[in-house]
C-alpha cells in the first residue's frame, strides 16, 4: 500500500519572466496530490495552470499509470487547469518538446524522498531541463516513498498472454530453417550452417515476442546439434558451438523483441494521436460549414455519437426557456432528475449528472458550453446501461471537442448579434 505524501519541499533553481505554470503528471499514486499542489503554488504566483501528461509506450493510457494520469488531469481541469497529453518515447523527450512550444516558466515535478524520483529515474533530468531551456524554475514536491510491493502492484499491468499458435509458428520457422540447412548440407557441402538460424529466430522475435522466441532459440541448438553437427543424430551439448550459438542466438532474440516493442508502442502512440487530431479537426472543419444552431447541434451530438458510442443530446436557450435542439440517434425525454441535471449545467456552468460530483443519480451527463459570452448551450450524453459515459482516459478529448463546439456556438451568438444591429 503507498503511503500518503508526507513533506513539501519546493526548491526553485532559476526562474525568468512570469509565463505559465506546468505540472507534470507520470500517473504515480500521488498525481492528484501533486496537482492540488501546482494549483496552489499557481496561486501563490498569480500565473496560468496546466496540467501535462507524457504517453510513452511504458505508461500509456490503458496502463494503471495511465488510468491513474486521467484521474490526476480530470482533477486539475476541475480545478480551473489546461490539459495537455503528448505522445513520446520517454517523459523528459515529451517535457522538452512541450517547453518548446509553449511560453513555461515554471514547472512542478513529483519528488519521492530518500532521493527516489516517481518519474524521473536519473538524477539529472532536472538539471537537462534546466541547461537546455533558459529562464526555467523547476519545483520539486516532496513525498513519502512507495513501499516496494505497492508500487509493483500498482505499475504491472495484466499480463498479455501469448496464443499458442505463435510458438507453433515458432517451431514451423525453425523446422523450415532445419530442411534448408539440411539440403544445402547434402548437396552443396557447405558445413557451418548455424548462421541461417538467425533469420527464424530475428524474424520470430521481431512479430511474435520475446517468448516464441526464445523457443526458436531453443529449437535451433538442439536441431543444429542433433541433425547437422557431427557426429549426426546424437545429443552433445557441452560442445562450444552449442554455448556460443544459444547465447548469439538468445541475445539476438532479446534485443530484437525490445526494440520492435518499444517501436510498436511508439507506433500505437503515434496512430492514436493522429487519430484524435483528426477527429478535432473534422469536428471543427464540419462547424465552420455550419450557420444555424439546429445544423451545429446536431453536428456535435453525430461526432460525440460516433466518436464516443454514446446517446447525445443539445439544449439551447430560446426566449428565456431552456430548449432541446438535437438529438443523436433519437429523441430524447429527460426525467425529472436529468431535468434537474441540465437546469443545474446551464444555471451554474459545470458539469452534472452521472460520473459527477452533482446529482450523480441521473441516468445523463451534462456539459455547459461556456465561452466569454457565458452559458449558449448544454451536451448531454449517456449510455444504455447508466454508466458513466466517458472514461477517465476519454474526457480529455471529449473536453476538448466541447471547446470546439463551444467555439462553434459563441460564433452564432457574434452572428446573430450583427444581424439585429444591422436591421436596427
Not at 123 to 152: K, V
Not at 196 to 224: D, T
Amino acid at each position: 500500500m503507498s503511503a500518503r505524501p508526507s513533506a513539501v519541499d519546493t526548491r526553485a533553481y532559476h526562474a525568468g519572466g512570469v509565463g505559465m505554470l506546468t505540472v507534470a503528471i507520470s500517473g504515480s499514486p500521488h498525481s492528484e496530490w501533486l496537482v492540488e499542489q501546482a494549483e496552489a503554488l499557481a496561486a501563490r504566483l498569480g500565473v496560468p495552470w496546466e496540467a501535462l501528461h507524457v504517453e510513452t509506450p511504458r505508461a500509456d493510457r490503458d496502463s494503471p499509470r495511465g488510468q491513474r494520469a486521467a484521474v490526476a488531469l480530470a482533477t486539475a481541469a476541475r480545478l480551473g487547469a489546461t490539459i495537455a497529453r503528448v505522445p513520446a518515447a520517454s517523459a523528459a523527450d515529451g517535457i522538452q518538446a512541450h517547453l518548446r512550444t509553449m511560453p513555461i516558466r515554471h514547472l512542478v515535478l513529483g519528488h519521492a524522498a530518500e532521493g527516489r524520483r516517481t518519474w524521473f529515474r536519473g538524477p539529472g533530468t532536472a538539471d537537462r531541463l534546466l541547461a537546455d531551456e533558459e529562464g526555467l524554475a523547476i519545483h520539486r514536491f516532496t513525498h513519502a516513498r512507495e513501499e516496494s510491493r505497492g508500487r509493483l502492484n500498482g505499475a504491472a499491468r495484466p499480463a498479455a498472454s501469448v496464443p499458442v499458435r505463435h510458438y507453433l509458428l515458432s517451431a514451423a520457422a525453425v523446422a523450415l530453417t532445419l530442411v534448408i540447412a539440411g539440403l544445402l548440407q547434402a548437396f552443396v557441402g557447405l558445413r557451418p550452417l548455424d548462421l541461417l538460424f538467425l533469420f527464424p529466430v530475428i524474424a520470430v522475435a521481431a512479430r511474435l515476442g520475446l517468448g516464441p522466441a526464445l523457443l526458436a532459440v531453443a529449437l535451433a541448438v538442439l536441431g543444429y546439434n542433433y541433425f547437422l553437427m557431427r557426429p549426426l543424430n546424437a545429443f552433445s551439448l557441452q560442445a562450444p558451438l552449442n554455448v556460443v550459438m544459444g547465447a548469439v542466438l538468445g541475445a539476438v532474440a532479446i534485443y530484437t523483441s525490445t526494440i520492435t516493442a518499444r517501436l510498436r508502442g511508439r507506433l500505437v502512440l503515434s496512430d492514436r494521436s493522429a487519430h484524435e487530431n483528426a477527429s478535432i479537426a473534422a469536428l471543427a472543419q464540419k462547424l465552420t460549414r455550419d450557420a444555424d444552431w439546429e445544423t451545429t447541434a446536431r453536428t456535435v451530438c453525430e461526432h460525440v455519437h460516433r466518436l464516443f458510442d454514446v446517446q447525445a443530446t443539445m439544449y439551447r436557450e430560446v426566449d428565456g426557456v431552456i430548449c432541446h435542439v438535437a438529438s443523436i440517434p433519437s429523441e430524447t425525454r429527460l426525467g425529472p432528475v436529468n431535468q434537474a441535471a441540465l437546469d443545474w449545467a446551464w444555471a451554474e456552468g459545470e458539469a452534472a449528472g452521472v460520473g459527477t460530483a452533482v446529482l450523480g443519480a441521473a441516468d445523463w451527463q451534462f456539459h455547459p458550453l461556456k465561452t466569454s459570452l457565458g452559458t449558449l448551450a448544454v451536451l448531454g450524453i449517456a449510455r444504455d446501461d447508466g454508466r458513466d459515459p466517458v472514461n477517465a482516459v476519454q474526457k480529455l478529448l471529449l473536453h476538448t471537442l466541447i471547446a470546439q463546439a463551444a467555439l462553434a456556438h459563441e460564433r452564432l451568438r457574434l452572428e446573430d448579434r450583427m444581424r439585429g444591429s444591422s436591421r436596427a
